[in-house]
């Protein structure tokens, strides 16, 4: 059984590539583009690990974070961190809200899919 | 047997014996053995106070008033008792000040006044003149009623008797000639006069003793004793009388004034002054002193009243004046021995009273009248005079022969218009003058020198008027009418019952209204202002007391050099010299070379020439050497210059740590702003690596990804390349946009200003766009143009305006059914620009947002594809751009109507235009 990556991003073309990306390593995909389509996302498609902006509307990634960490159906799903925004307080804002890993954008693929797969392993 | 000349030898016997223990008691003065520091000498020396007028006319009085007599006693009585505290206090600061007299006293209280010492001078000089003509007239009477022994007549009236026949004449003179020789042979730096002291209180033994031999004869040689008098005065309904006083308020009133009069006098008369504070050797003596002199004042009334009505039983039908009842008694029983001895002491009574009195009052005249008169005459040259210690000693002469010439003249004018006890309380209610300044300076340290002269001089006319003058009429010198209707004839100013105050006798009228006013004008005076400097040292010398002597008076210094031949010339080389070994021996050095030039030593001087030229003198004498100036009035002034200054400096300080607060503020704020600035800039910073990440993430991915799989297929791969391209052309323009901004932001964008024609800069920029709108299937259309619409500014950053309104309202019209219009209206002094879409609108809360750097539109972003593309700072630039020409870019919009971005810039008109243009 394949597991399921849902990729949480406004931004049209980084989901393109991150979808791609995913689905040639054979994980199976969802996309959510705002926090509130995350949230109820990550609730119907229970996936094993969330890549998640944090600069998104409606909901920022840390909002998401902490309330995925909060509802015990989530808690322990793997998330990563994806952001442009690369300072120290944000990385350690997003390690201590629950995140598992915090990568900046931009990010190489291939770092990327080995993170991905350690955490999923 | 009792001639004139055994009277006269008796009296120049008895004068001779004095002088002898006068000389006695100075020799052992000057040998350091004192004869009079002892308690009970002291005691008695202030039995000065009864005079012939306690001899004579305590009789006299009880006659006339009962025990009316008795007032005049108690009120020292009283003070001793139980005011002992300011006797204790006078003495203390007089010696610590070296006073010599109750003018230098007042003086020197009130800043070292010379003008203060010199109206107490005259105060004190015309109070007690009548004083001493009352002496002289009791002398002169007693010796008349003597003299015609065995037969009991009263002396004729004075002023009847040819001058050179007149006794009185020679009483005067002999009494200044003794005076003299008693008070004035030397000059004492303490002014003290210990032989004086010593023959005063032989004295007071003499008259007490004779008049209690007297009263004992009368009671028991007479009588049976003393039950018996009153036994037999009692039978005589007349004489009963006056052995009760008249129970009304007015009698009470008097008694309360004769003590309250009594008590002051027994302290602020000169020779009182003289002999409780100025003689005083030692200020414990006065702890005896407060029993033993109300003692012998106990003793000395005794038999008053018993003579008085043996007197009144003996001669009855009068004929007898009562106040000469102590010496016609033992006359009408023709004991001559006892007369005789009573007339002694009648002398002794008189001498003690007019030796001490000229004294003290020779020193006032001298040192705080005549001497600053003296020392105010460059003329004289006496600044510059070797020695003046014989001057001093002549002028003291001189003093002592008038103020005596002068009670004689007012005995032989009028002394006749008043009984004794009279003229007594005449000259009590004119000291009780000074009570307010002594008293007062002693407690409140408010006093003025203004004040005490006001205070001073009020009592003193009132005094004048509502006493002084009334005897002057009594006598005859003045009309009475005077009396009976008042200055001018004005019924308010009766001078003894003025204001119409009438129910009280003549002393209580006048105390009342003179101390009122006095009190009231020294206090009143006294509060106008505060004590300058001279005045506060002085009144914390004295209301402080000796504890706060240590205060300097003076802030320059003055060598031996300078101030022994000071002192030496007014009290002599040689006293001057021992003083000064004296004060060098004291601080412990060993002779007077080794003495420093200090405050110390200047103070040391000042206090030393105080003792002979009083105070105020003194302090000018010291000056002319000291090198610095002493505390006049430009010390006071410049210490109050200082104090300004330091009050003006303190007040730069206070207004510059003012200024420092203010700047502190403004730095703060600055440093506030800077910090905000700085943030601003590192959220902008963070915003723009954002804005640059975003893209570049696409590029590097799609990029790794056609580079690790070459083999992606073809369609796939040009998908990703379309999207690296356009990501790469988003980053470009980003980077230029941000690049764009920095300039305009920091004023360094290069412009070229012009006349644009809007018409064109709409059809050029709706032209550039129509490609992209057609795409997107939007129509674009120029609604209205009026045409030569024209403003100054840069064409092409207009264009780049028009763009970027163009192309937003382009990103959020519909596609398909998207309708953007284009539009340009003119005012007379505006030209309005609008591009309006049928977009979803721009909330109210964003309007202004959207304004800012990187706050993009995110009304339709919930749909991936409609994410808006674009650089958030189109509008940003645009609004610089607007408003750098000096127009506005705001947006209109509500959801139904869409979205109308508009800006204005101020139209050129037609006249300009051409002038442009030209």
């Known amino acids: ?121 | 047997m009792l001639q004139g000349w055994v009277i006269v030898f008796a009296s120049f016997v008895y004068l001779g014996v004095l002088f002898a223990i006068a000389w006695y008691a100075d020799r052992r003065a000057d040998a350091g053995r004192s004869l009079i520091s002892n308690p009970l000498v002291y005691a008695l020396s202030l039995g000065v106070y009864c005079t012939t007028w306690t001899f004579y006319g305590s009789v006299g009085r009880a006659v006339a008033s009962g025990i009316g007599y008795l007032p005049i006693y108690l009120g020292p009585t009283l003070l001793f008792a139980l005011a002992g505290f300011v006797l204790v206090k006078m003495i203390r600061v007089a010696k610590a000040n070296r006073i010599t007299s109750i003018a230098d006293f007042v003086a020197s209280r009130y800043g070292k006044s010379q003008v203060l010492g010199g109206l107490v001078t005259v105060i004190a000089v015309v109070g007690v003149v009548p004083y001493i003509a009352l002496q002289l007239k009791a002398v002169s009477n007693s010796f008349a009623i003597l003299s015609s022994y065995p037969e009991i007549v009263m002396p004729a009236m004075s002023g009847t008797i040819p001058l050179f026949q007149d006794s009185a004449l020679y009483v005067a003179m002999i009494l200044a000639a003794f005076t003299i020789l008693f008070g004035t042979r030397h000059l004492d730096a303490t002014e003290r006069h210990e032989g004086m002291v010593a023959a005063i209180a032989v004295e007071s033994i003499v008259k007490l003793v004779a008049f209690l031999a007297a009263g004992i004869f009368v009671v028991w040689g007479v009588h049976e004793g003393i039950g018996d008098i009153f036994a037999q005065a009692d039978a005589v309904p007349e004489i009963a009388r006056r052995l009760t006083t008249a129970d009304s308020p007015a009698t009470y009133g008097t008694w309360g004034t004769l003590v309250f009069l009594s008590l002051f006098a027994a302290l602020l008369l000169p020779r009182q002054f003289q002999i409780a504070v100025v003689e005083n050797v030692d200020i414990s003596h006065l702890s005896r002193a407060v029993w033993m002199f109300p003692l012998y004042l106990f003793l000395i009334n005794l038999f008053v009243l018993p003579v008085a009505l043996a007197g009144l039983l003996h001669f009855q039908g009068g004929g007898v004046d009562a106040d000469t009842f102590v010496l016609t008694l033992p006359m009408a029983h023709q004991q001559e021995m006892l007369a005789l001895f009573v007339f002694i002491g009648g002398l002794s009574a008189a001498t003690g009273m007019v030796i001490v009195e000229t004294i003290a009052l020779s020193t006032m005249v001298c040192n705080d009248l005549v001497m600053p008169l003296l020392l105010r005459m460059p003329i004289l040259g006496l600044a510059t005079r070797s020695d003046l210690s014989g001057l001093l000693l002549a002028i003291r002469r001189w003093a002592i022969a008038i103020i005596l010439g002068l009670g004689y003249l007012y005995f032989r004018m009028a002394g006749e218009a008043y009984a004794l006890v009279s003229i007594g309380l005449i000259s009590f209610a004119a000291v009780a003058q000074f009570a307010p300044v002594v008293i007062g300076g002693l407690f409140w340290k408010g006093g003025t020198r203004d004040g005490a002269l006001a205070g001073l001089t009020a009592g003193f006319v009132l005094w004048t008027y509502t006493l002084l003058l009334p005897s002057f009429a009594k006598s005859g010198w003045m009309p009475a009418g005077f009396i009976e209707h008042g200055l001018f004839g004005i019924d308010l100013l009766r001078p003894q019952h003025l204001l119409g105050l009438t129910g009280l006798d003549e002393i209580t009228h006048s105390l009342v209204w003179s101390l009122l006013a006095n009190l009231g004008t020294y206090i009143g005076v006294s509060l106008l202002r505060a004590p300058n400097l001279r005045e506060a040292r002085q009144a914390t010398l004295f209301v402080g007391g000796a504890e706060a002597a240590g205060i300097p008076g003076w802030r320059g210094s003055a060598g031996v050099a300078d101030l022994l031949p000071l002192a030496g010339r007014f009290i002599g080389f040689e006293r001057a010299q021992e003083a000064f070994a004296r004060h060098a021996h004291e601080r412990g050095l060993r002779g007077i070379e080794e003495l420093p030039a200090d405050t110390r030593l200047v103070n040391f001087a000042e206090t030393l020439l105080a003792g002979a030229i009083g105070s105020a003198s003194a302090r000018v004498m010291v000056a002319s050497v000291v090198t610095e100036e002493p505390l006049g009035i430009d010390e006071v002034m410049n210490i109050l210059d200082e104090a300004s200054q330091v009050r003006r400096y303190a007040s730069e300080v206070e207004q510059k740590s003012a200024e420092l607060t203010r700047a502190t503020a403004e730095l703060r704020e600055a440093n506030a702003q800077l910090r905000q600035l700085d943030r601003m800039k590192d959220d902008f910073i963070s915003t723009v690596s954002h804005e640059l990440r975003t893209p570049l993430t696409s590029i590097r991915a799609f990029s790794e990804m056609l580079q690790e799989d070459p083999k992606t297929d073809l369609a796939q791969r040009s998908r990703f390349l379309g999207i690296i391209v356009s990501e790469s052309i988003r980053l470009t323009r980003l980077i230029s946009q941000i690049l764009d901004l920095a300039k305009l932001e920091s004023g360094r964008a290069e412009w070229t200003v012009e006349s644009v024609d809007v018409g064109e800069v709409l059809s050029d920029a709706t032209e550039s766009m129509a490609v992209l709108f057609t795409e997107k299937r939007v129509t674009l259309e120029i609604e209205t143009c009026e045409p030569g619409l024209a403003v100054q500014a840069d064409c092409d950053r207009l264009i780049q305006v028009m763009v970027n309104l163009l192309s937003n309202a382009l990103k959020f019209a519909p596609a398909g059914s998207g309708h953007v219009k284009v539009g340009a209206r003119g005012t007379a002094n505006e030209v309005r620009v609008h591009v309006t879409d049928n977009g979803p609108g721009v909330p109210l809360a964003d309007q202004e947002l959207i304004f800012d750097k990187f706050r993009q539109g995110a009304g339709t972003a919930d749909v991936l594809t409609d994410k808006p593309q674009g650089t958030g700072l189109g509008l940003p630039i645009s609004r610089q751009i607007i408003e750098y020409f000096h127009g506005r870019l705001w947006v209109e919009s509500s959801p139904a109507a869409g979205t109308s971005f508009v800006f204005t810039l101020p139209r050129l008109t037609g006249d300009n235009d051409a002038s442009k243009n030209s």
């Open chain 1, 1 to 121: 059984m394949s597991r399921r990556i849902l990729i949480v991003d406004d931004e049209p073309n980084i989901v393109i590539s991150l979808e791609f990306l995913m689905k040639k390593e054979g994980f199976e995909t969802a996309v959510a583009v705002d926090g509130d389509d995350a949230l109820r996302k990550a609730a119907e498609f229970a996936p094993d690990l969330i890549l998640l902006d944090v600069m998104m509307p409606k909901k920022s990634g840390f909002e998401v974070c902490q309330a995925l960490r909060t509802d015990p159906a989530t808690a322990s799903v793997k998330i990563i961190m994806l952001t442009a925004k690369g300072r120290e307080t944000e990385v350690a804002k997003g390690l201590a809200l629950g995140a598992d890993a915090y990568v900046t954008k931009p990010f190489s693929t291939k770092d990327l899919v080995l993170l991905i797969k350690s955490h999923l392993a």
